[in-house]
C-alpha cells in the first residue's frame, strides 16, 4: 500500500501527463490562463478576452473533452482544485521571482509589481483586486 505522498505524487504526475498532451501550445496557454485567472468566471466573458489570442472557443472545446476543465450550468468555467494548483504550480517554476513569470495572480506580488514598476517583457497576465489593496498598505490608494 502507498503512503499519501506517493499517491499525490502519482495524480500529479497522470495530471501533468494530461496538460502536456494537449495537441497545441494555445490549448496549454488556455489552461493555465484558467488555471490562474477564470476558474469561477463566466466563460462568455473569458472569451470576448482571450478569443483573438488564444483561440479560446476552441480551447475550451478540447479542454472540457479532456477532462481539464467544466462549464457550469451557469456557464461558469470551473476546474478541479488538484488541476488549478498544477496549473498554478507550473506558473510558479517559471521562477521564483514573480516579475518573472508569465502571470501574476496573488494580490501581494501584483501589487508589488505594480507599485514598484519592476514588471518585465515576460507578465503576460497579472491580476489585482483593489480591494485587497487598502489591507496591503493600510491607506486607500489613488
Known sequence: MSSKGDLDYNIQGVLQKSFD????????????????????????????????????????STLCHRCLLTISADGKLMMHQLLQEMGRRIV???????????????????????RKGDGSDTIEALALDMRNVKQMTGSEVR
Open 21 to 60: 498532451c494537449l495537441p497545441l501550445c494555445s490549448h496549454r496557454e488556455l489552461f493555465l490562463h484558467i488555471a490562474c485567472f477564470f476558474v469561477g468566471e463566466y466563460k462568455n466573458v473569458m472569451e470576448m478576452i482571450l478569443e483573438d489570442e488564444l483561440y479560446a472557443k476552441s480551447g475550451i
Open 92 to 114: 510558479c517554476e517559471e521562477s521564483k521571482d514573480p516579475t518573472k513569470r508569465s502571470r501574476v495572480w496573488h494580490d501581494a506580488e501584483s501589487y508589488h509589481v505594480l
